[in-house]
């Protein structure tokens, strides 16, 4: 399995599959706009298809729990 088809994605993954900045993905993060990623060993990672699904979905906003 090559690296874009992963199960975790990366900040500039997700940048790319969303055709956005790396820096927009930060900050959408802090806003609480993405779904939930998840910290390993101090590497954050979202779940590839936790992403898609939301995507599907029509990227609706987020409630921040």
Same mark, same amino acid.
Request: hydrophobic share 45%; aromatic share 4%.
């Given at each position: 399995?090559?690296? !874009?088809? %992963?199960?975790?994605? !990366?900040?500039?993954? #997700?940048?790319? #599959?969303?055709? *956005? +900045?790396?820096? %927009? /993905?930060?900050?959408?993060? +802090?806003?609480?706009?993405? @779904?939930?990623? /998840? /910290?390993?060993?101090?590497? /954050?990672?979202? #779940?590839? +298809?936790?992403?898609?699904?939301? *995507?599907?979905?029509?990227? @609706?906003?987020? %409630?921040?729990?």
């Amino acid at each position: 399995m090559d690296e !874009t088809h %992963s199960m975790m994605l !990366t900040a500039k993954q #997700v940048a790319q #599959v969303l055709n *956005i +900045s790396e820096r %927009s /993905v930060w900050r959408m993060k +802090s806003a609480g706009l993405l @779904p939930r990623c /998840v /910290v390993l060993g101090g590497m /954050v990672r979202w #779940v590839r +298809s936790e992403l898609l699904k939301w *995507i599907d979905k029509g990227c @609706p906003g987020l %409630s921040r729990k």
